[in-house]
């Protein structure tokens, strides 16, 4: 995995109509406050913040979510499958219609369930 400044290059290849991503490792980087309906990020390691992002039917699969800030974010029909949430924060975000399964966090599963009784509404 390539490991730069990628949060101004998402965007452009987004706005250019790219939806897919696969296999960033991006760092303290910001994507707050845009528009990213309908992107997947595949096998990405993402440390990053999302607040108040619209990220509707967007899919984070088979990768690492690890501290990413989801605060206020718009997350209606979005898809967590497959990855590591540890030290992820969802209050306040919009989670209607969220499919959140098979999904790890400090070695051990999490599911749905989890998510809607106290990963969810949690804020560190």
């Known amino acids: ?8 290059s998402i965007l452009e290849a987004y706005h250019r109509g ?10 303290n980087e910001s994507l707050e406050e845009q528009n990213l309906e309908g992107v ?5 390691s993402l440390y990053i913040s999302f607040r108040k992002a619209n990220l509707s ?11 990413c800030d989801f605060r206020e974010a718009n997350l209606t029909n979005a898809h967590f499958e497959n990855v590591c ?3 992820a924060q969802f209050a306040r975000a919009i989670t209607t219609g969220i ?3 098979n999904n790890s966090c ?3 599963d999490v599911t749905q369930q989890h998510f809607e009784e106290w ?6």
């Not at 995995?1 to 101004?8: D, F, Q, R, Y």
């Not at 790219?18 to 760092?27: A, H, K, N, P, T």
């Not at 039917?57 to 501290?67: L, Q, S, V």
């Not at 990963?119 to 560190?124: L, P, S, V």
């Open 119 to 124: 990963i969810k509404d949690h804020e560190e």
């Open 57 to 67: 039917n967007a899919h984070f699969i088979n990768g690492g979510i690890k501290t």
């Open 85 to 87: 949430i540890e030290s």
């Open 106 to 108: 400090y070695g051990q």
């Open 99 to 101: 499919y959140f399964d």
């Open 40 to 44: 997947v990020f595949n096998k990405c």
């Open 1 to 8: 995995m390539n490991k730069t400044n990628l949060a101004n």
């Open 18 to 27: 790219q939806r897919y991503f696969e296999g960033l490792d991006m760092e």
